[in-house]
């Protein structure tokens, strides 16, 4: 299974930004994915989750800002962002899981600044 990322960029605080993450492989009808991001000199942390079925969880940090989506057909997670703060500027990742496995995509950055 790979994962692509991509829709990163430099957006001004306020601002939206759309982020896609690609799956290929051997992908089951079943699977979890998400979003994680990165900031300079932080630890990784969860930003959503979508499940096969649609079910969406995500942290308190974009509650109400971020949406995450899904396109099953073409297998590619979405994560809108929108009121976008320097807070959110990051390097996101995205992930798939399925029967036990995660697999990983490159990290796409976000950059958050006037």
């Known amino acids: 299974v790979q994962l692509q990322a991509s829709g990163g960029g430099l957006v001004q605080p306020g601002g939206s930004l759309r982020l896609s993450c690609a799956a290929s492989?051997?992908?089951?009808?079943?699977?979890?994915m998400e979003w994680y991001r990165q900031a300079p000199e932080k630890q990784r942390e969860w930003v959503a989750t979508i499940t096969s079925g649609g079910s969406t969880n995500y942290a308190g940090s974009v509650k109400g800002r971020f949406t995450i989506s899904r396109d099953n057909v073409r297998n590619t997670v979405f994560l809108q962002m929108n009121s976008m703060k320097p807070e959110d500027t990051a390097v996101y990742y995205c992930d798939l899981s399925q029967r036990g496995r995660t697999y990983w995509g490159q990290g796409t950055l976000v950059t958050v600044s006037s």
């Open positions: 492989g051997s992908i089951f009808s079943f699977n979890v």
